[in-house]
């Protein structure tokens, strides 16, 4: 059974960093796309950044939404099969519900319809 438990959600002040972390299991997700979404009260889910293997060796290419380049960086480590969302210089408006969700193939997608597995999310709020 696959599962993605996400984890190192908080509380932090605006300007403060935090560190998600999505722990897969289930499958390998080496080959896969991998994605963060975020979720706010009464607003729809929206794209955070995505993580996708570029077909050949080990290399992998990022997409972050303009609202958090150069603020965030999404990453992964495969012998650990887990994916990574460094958050920095964080916002108020940042905070959300954050979601980790994984896809078959390659794709650099940011559409929710097109992945296949979701966690159930860590709250990060951030403070004025």
């Known amino acids: 059974q696959v599962q993605l438990v996400e984890s190192g959600g908080g509380l932090v002040q605006a300007g403060g960093s935090l560190r998600l972390s999505c722990a897969a299991s289930?499958?390998?997700?080496?080959?896969?796309?991998m994605g963060w979404f975020r979720q706010a009260p009464g607003k729809e889910r929206e794209f955070v950044a995505a993580?996708?293997?570029?077909?050949?060796?080990?290399?992998?290419?990022?997409n972050h939404a303009d609202s958090v380049k150069g603020r965030f960086t999404i990453s992964r480590d495969n012998a650990k099969n887990t994916l990574y969302l460094q958050m920095n210089g964080l916002k108020p408006e940042d905070t959300a519900v954050y979601y980790c969700?994984?896809?078959?193939?390659?794709?650099?997608?940011?559409?929710?319809?097109?992945?296949?597995?979701w966690g159930q999310g860590t709250q990060v709020t951030v403070s004025s």
């Open positions: 289930g499958r390998t997700f080496r080959t896969d796309t």
């Open positions: 993580h996708w293997w570029i077909g050949t060796g080990t290399y992998y290419a990022a």
């Open positions: 969700a994984a896809r078959t193939g390659i794709k650099n997608s940011a559409l929710p319809n097109e992945y296949d597995y």
